[in-house]
């Protein structure tokens, strides 16, 4: 099987359409989201999501986040408290996602919640809330990778990837954020970040007026289990923090900052020149993939600023940089 790839602007509805057969096959579906292209598949049908971890090749006890079309369609399935409500209403749709109490006999199937009581929900933007609708249920969709490499941004990523597993790839053009969604769990009043995304840690302070607890040691909490250490992984090794580059490097930089040595570089990627880091999530994990391909020496990374969307690439730039397990 090789996937077909519709384009949304060759028309958005027929896309629509074409996604919502394969959903209703039970079969998953390659499509865009703001954030990362998922694939995404029936939650309430253990047979379908069973075939996104088969896809994928993901431990089954790393559970999946659900996507809805809208609020109101989200409280159908989980219990919100007072803050994560205001969350929701403040950013979605768009790149949150929010850990809450699954309601009983919700429909979503075990396989998808990796049988806990919670469940991660999120309504995303854009095609894939209207293909949420025209379905009427709601979507598990992890990114469209093999589990463990870089999660992909552009169609073709996920036609390189899993092209030959897949009916269905549907083409959005670039990822807009091009991290994943942020992770969050409110207990006790407390919001506790389980993974930064595409929602800084500012945005969510300053929607809330409260200080935002991350976890001790990210590799500590079990609570995402989806956050190992060795993660986003580029076959070539990954330099982090580099201020020179070595023969054969290739080279992913930042703003204006000067690095000795980048006339040795392979190749030289530049995040953002202008140093505006939405651009920067946006480009990399793109720019990871071309680096990767350009060497066979290694990836120096220069130094990226760790506040807003920064925290957000450290997270994923220090799982890429992981020792492999
Ligand atoms: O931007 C995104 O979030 C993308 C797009 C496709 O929506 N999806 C995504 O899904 O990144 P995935 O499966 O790659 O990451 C899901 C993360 C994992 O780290 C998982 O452990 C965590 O969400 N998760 C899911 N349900 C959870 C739960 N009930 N409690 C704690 N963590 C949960
Ligand atoms: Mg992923």
Redesign the pocket.
């Known amino acids: 099987m090789t996937a077909k790839i519709i384009h949304i602007s060759d028309g958005f509805e027929e896309a629509v359409e074409a996604a919502r057969v394969v959903l209703a096959k039970g079969l998953p579906v390659a499509i865009p989201?703001e954030?990362?292209y998922?694939l995404a598949a029936d939650a309430t049908d253990p047979l379908a999501v069973g075939r996104i971890y088969e896809t994928k090749g993901r431990p089954q006890f790393?559970?999946?986040?659900c996507?809805m079309c809208d609020l109101g369609m989200a409280e159908r399935y989980a219990h919100f408290d007072p803050i994560s409500r205001h969350l929701a209403e403040t950013f979605w749709p768009g790149?949150l996602?929010l850990?809450l109490p699954l309601k009983a006999d919700s429909g979503i199937h075990a396989l998808a919640?990796a049988g806990?009581d919670?469940?991660?929900l999120?309504v995303?933007k854009g095609f894939a809330a209207s293909l949420i609708r025209a379905f009427g249920r709601p979507l598990a969709?992890?990114?469209a990778n093999t589990s463990g490499r870089i999660s992909p941004t552009h169609a073709q990523h996920v036609a390189e990837d899993l092209g030959e597993k897949l009916e269905l790839i549907i083409d959005g053009d670039a990822a807009p954020v091009g991290v994943?969604?942020t992770?969050v769990r409110v207990e006790d009043e407390t919001i506790r970040l389980?993974?930064p995304?595409g929602i800084s840690a500012e945005e969510l302070e300053a929607a809330t007026g409260r200080t935002i607890v991350r976890p001790a040691s990210p590799s500590a909490t079990i609570?995402?289990?989806?956050?190992l250490a060795s993660h986003y992984a580029p076959t070539a090794a990954v330099r982090l923090d580099a201020r020179e580059v070595r023969p054969g490097e290739t080279l992913i930089s930042f703003g204006g900052l000067q690095v000795s040595g980048e006339d040795r570089a392979t190749m030289v990627l530049n995040l953002s020149p202008a140093g505006d880091l939405r651009e920067a999530a946006a480009n990399l994990f793109d720019y990871l993939k071309k680096a990767d391909a350009a060497t066979e020496v290694g990836i120096a990374v220069v130094p990226i600023p760790a506040h807003g969307l920064g925290e957000a690439i450290n997270d994923r730039l220090s799982r890429a940089a992981a020792p492999r397990t």
């Open positions: 989201t954030t990362v998922g790393n559970p999946l986040i996507h790149p996602t850990i919640t806990l919670t469940v991660g999120r995303p969709a992890p990114s994943e969604s992770i389980l993974r995304g609570e995402a289990p989806g956050m």
